[in-house]
Structure formats: structure tokens, C-alpha cells
């Protein structure tokens, strides 16, 4: 079975301009989340979709960030315009519920740097 | 505010040695996790605790969740170098997403 899969690995762009990350979860998980790993601190919470639903969205950083999920399969993460401050490490991670469980698994990132 | 302490932050032992590794927290936690991190890769789950005073084990790695569910611990027998990582626990309340601690970065020295 594939895992979490995550595109691109590592991006490099300009203040100002737009990326696009990409994430495939695994098949039939229908809970996907979006975390990000700035340097020196946590992996912190962005986003949780549950198929094509936003379930909670309380973790995204401002307006510059869009995630979707259209037909609920893989999902996307736009950062545009890109600042200085949204470089890190983006992770996508997939799960399928366990009642009052929350497990995990997660893709090999993205690492963003924006120069 | 960080809601799960972790620590020691950096550890280096040589091989065959023991080592614990602490999570900790003032919050009550319904299930916890353990993920283990590769330079270059996503966490990897190691195990999942859900029961005050459980205790997992995974070949060399023993897991414990304290009896108040607000703090977990990791105890590596025998490190080998193939243990070296970074060791992150990871806590949610029912199905909500996973709150992070920072890590225990190990390096086993052979």
C-alpha cells in the first residue's frame, strides 16, 4: 500500500511569488491534515479536511493560505503571496479513524524557503 | 505556550546503552503517540497509547502513559546506532488533530 506522498520535495522561491504544494493520501483515508515545522520549533497544526470538507481550519497562519480538497482525494496547499516568514517544512498527513483516536501518517514534507 | 514538553532536547549515548525520553504535559490527553523522524523524511509512527498506565513495548523500545494521561515515557534498551533519530511524542483529545512536542534528537554512537 502507498503511503502519504508529497509534491514537490523541496521548493525554492522568491518573496511574492506562488507555490503550490501537493499532497496524495493514503487510499480510503478520509481525514487529511496539513502541518508545518518552522525552524526551532514544533510541527504545528494548519488544517484538517474530512473528504472535501475544511473540518478545522483553525491552524492556517493568515489569508495568504488556501488549501482544497476537490473530490476529496488528494489536496492542495497555496501560499501566495509567499513572505520570508513561510518557509519550513510542510507535512500532509492521512488517517482513518479510530473512535477517540487520532493516528497519523504522514508524507515525507515539503521544505519551502522563500529568499 | 508549548502544551508537550519533551525532554532531554538532544541526547548522545554509545551504543548499548540505555536511554529514557519524557513527554510531558499539564493537560490530559485521550491518546498519545510516539513518531520517530528520519533527516529528510515525515514522522513515522511507533506506537499509540489510549489507557492511563499502559505500557507498549516494540522489540526494544518500551512505551509508557502515565496514569493521569498528561505524560508518557520511552525507554530504548541497548541503543544501536540505527536507533539515532528524532523522537517526537504527539497528543490529541478524541479525534482531534495531534498537538507536537519538539522533539528528543538521539544520536547512538557506535
Known amino acids: 500500500e502507498a503511503g502519504v506522498t508529497q509534491f514537490p520535495s523541496h521548493s525554492v522561491i522568491e518573496k511574492g511569488q506562488t507555490v503550490t504544494l501537493r499532497c496524495d493520501p493514503i487510499?480510503?483515508?478520509?481525514?487529511l491534515y496539513w502541518y508545518r515545522r518552522v525552524m526551532g520549533k514544533e510541527i504545528k497544526f494548519l488544517l484538517h479536511?474530512?473528504?472535501?470538507?475544511?473540518?478545522?481550519e483553525s491552524g492556517m497562519p493568515n489569508n495568504r493560505f488556501l488549501a482544497e480538497r476537490t473530490g476529496g482525494t488528494y489536496s492542495t496547499l497555496k501560499v501566495q503571496p509567499a513572505e520570508l516568514e513561510d518557509s519550513g517544512v510542510y507535512f500532509c498527513?492521512?488517517?482513518?479513524?479510530?473512535?477517540?483516536?487520532?493516528?497519523?501518517?504522514f508524507g515525507q514534507g515539503t521544505r519551502l524557503t522563500v529568499v | 505556550t508549548q502544551l508537550l514538553e519533551q525532554s532531554p532536547q538532544f541526547l548522545s549515548i554509545q551504543e548499548g546503552e540505555n536511554l529514557t525520553v519524557y513527554c510531558n504535559s499539564s493537560s490530559v490527553f485521550s491518546s498519545l503517540q510516539w513518531y520517530r523522524q528520519e533527516p529528510g523524511e515525515g514522522p513515522v509512527l511507533l506506537v499509540t497509547?489510549?489507557?492511563?498506565?499502559e505500557v507498549k513495548k516494540l522489540k526494544r523500545l518500551t512505551f509508557q502513559f502515565g496514569d493521569a494521561r498528561k505524560d508518557s515515557s520511552l525507554h530504548i534498551t541497548a541503543a544501536q546506532p540505527g536507533d539515532t533519530g528524532l523522537y517526537l511524542c504527539?497528543?490529541?483529545?478524541?479525534?482531534?488533530?495531534?498537538?507536537f512536542g519538539k522533539g528528543t534528537r538521539l544520536s547512538v554512537i557506535a
Open positions: 487510499s480510503g483515508h478520509d481525514n
Open positions: 504527539a497528543g490529541a483529545w478524541g479525534n482531534t488533530p495531534l498537538v
Open positions: 498527513a492521512s488517517s482513518q479513524h479510530r473512535k477517540g483516536v487520532t493516528e497519523a501518517f
Open positions: 497509547v489510549v489507557t492511563g498506565g
Open positions: 479536511f474530512v473528504k472535501e470538507s475544511k473540518q478545522d
